[in-house]
Structure formats: C-alpha cells, structure tokens
C-alpha cells in the first residue's frame, strides 16, 4: 500500500529552517512501518510549525504517544537531533507532515478498502463520484471523502489496517 508522505530529509530540514520553522512536533507513526517488514523497527512523523500555540495543540492532541517530543530551533543541541533524524537512521523511518506530489489518488488496494468503507458506513452508491482528499490534523492523516453534501473524515491509519 502506498504512503502518502514525503520522508524527512536533510534537504527537507534545510529548507524548513530556512524558512522560518522553528518548531518541529515528533510522535509515533505507526503506517510508517510496512507489514512485514523487518529493517523498521520504528516509525516517527515530524510536523513543522512556526507558531508555537499551534504546537503546542497538537502537542496535546498527541498527549498519550510515548515518543512525542518539540525540537525547538533555537537550541543547537535540538537542531543536531532534527539533522540526525532527517539522516533517517538505521532502524528507522522518519516522516514529514507533507504529501508526495500536489494531487493525490488512492492505489488500487486502497481504493477497495474505500469502497468496502463506504458499503458498510454509508448509504451513498459507489457508480456515482465521490471526491477523496487525504489532509492532516494535529499530526494524524484522514481522508476526507465526499458525496454530494456529505463529507466522512477517516483515519489513514484505521484503512490500511483492514
């Protein structure tokens, strides 16, 4: 099954410090780590911010993830970690909050999860079109679908699950 996002580079890193982000939120991120696969024995997301009140919402939206940590910019020791991260260490895959690409369209195994999803959650008729967007929120990614008036907000993590 595909991700949707883009991996936490030492480029990436770069060009977010260049740009005034100076805030980086880490937490747990479990679709990070394919079924079977052995080499990742770990998963982390990293979303940047430039406003701490936001990051600190999402801080607290993340309360119970073990592994939550804020890389502050300002403390060299902190930016050394964000650069040993974005060298995505052995063992590890580290995720930014940003999607691969400006469009996105779910891969044909997903797309029949989608449609299962909707047969059992809703009444809408799958013959007829219905937009799929992926977005975040405080760090976890859903899928937005839409159908006509109607608008379903789902984990990417619970689809991928099965």
Same mark, same amino acid.
């Not at 911010?49 to 309360?63: E, K, M, P, V």
């Not at 890389?71 to 060298?87: D, F, W």
């Given at each position: 099954?595909?991700?949707?996002?883009?991996?936490?580079?030492v480029p990436l890193l770069?060009?977010?410090?260049?740009?005034?982000?100076?805030?980086?939120?880490?937490?747990?991120?479990?679709?990070?780590?394919?079924?079977?696969?052995?080499?990742?024995?770990?998963?982390?997301?990293?979303?940047?911010?430039?406003?701490?009140?936001?990051?600190?919402?999402?801080?607290? %939206?993340? /309360?119970?993830? +073990?592994?939550?940590? *804020?890389?502050?910019?300002? &403390? $060299?020791?902190?930016?050394?970690?964000?650069?040993?991260?974005?060298?995505?260490?052995?063992?590890?895959?580290?995720?930014?909050?940003w999607l691969k690409g400006?469009?996105?369209?779910?891969?044909?195994?997903? %797309?029949? /999860?989608?449609? +299962?999803?909707?047969? *059992?959650?809703?009444?809408? &008729? $799958?013959?007829?079109?219905?937009?799929?967007?992926?977005?975040?929120?405080?760090?976890?990614?859903?899928?937005?679908?839409?159908?006509?008036?109607?608008?379903?907000?789902?984990?990417?993590?619970?689809?991928? %699950?099965?």
């Amino acid at each position: 099954m595909q991700n949707p996002l883009v991996l936490f580079t030492v480029p990436l890193l770069k060009t977010l410090l260049d740009s005034g982000y100076t805030l980086f939120v880490r937490q747990s991120y479990l679709p990070g780590v394919e079924p079977g696969e052995e080499e990742t024995k770990e998963a982390f997301l990293i979303t940047p911010y430039t406003n701490i009140g936001l990051a600190n919402q999402h801080f607290q %939206a993340i /309360r119970f993830d +073990k592994r939550k940590y *804020i890389y502050q910019a300002h &403390r $060299p020791e902190e930016v050394e970690k964000l650069y040993i991260a974005a060298g995505q260490p052995p063992g590890f895959k580290v995720y930014s909050a940003w999607l691969k690409g400006e469009s996105w369209e779910p891969d044909d195994q997903l %797309a029949v /999860r989608l449609r +299962k999803y909707m047969q *059992i959650h809703t009444n809408w &008729r $799958p013959n007829h079109t219905v937009e799929a967007s992926l977005e975040f929120e405080f760090g976890v990614l859903y899928i937005f679908m839409r159908y006509g008036q109607e608008e379903l907000k789902i984990p990417y993590h619970q689809l991928i %699950a099965g």
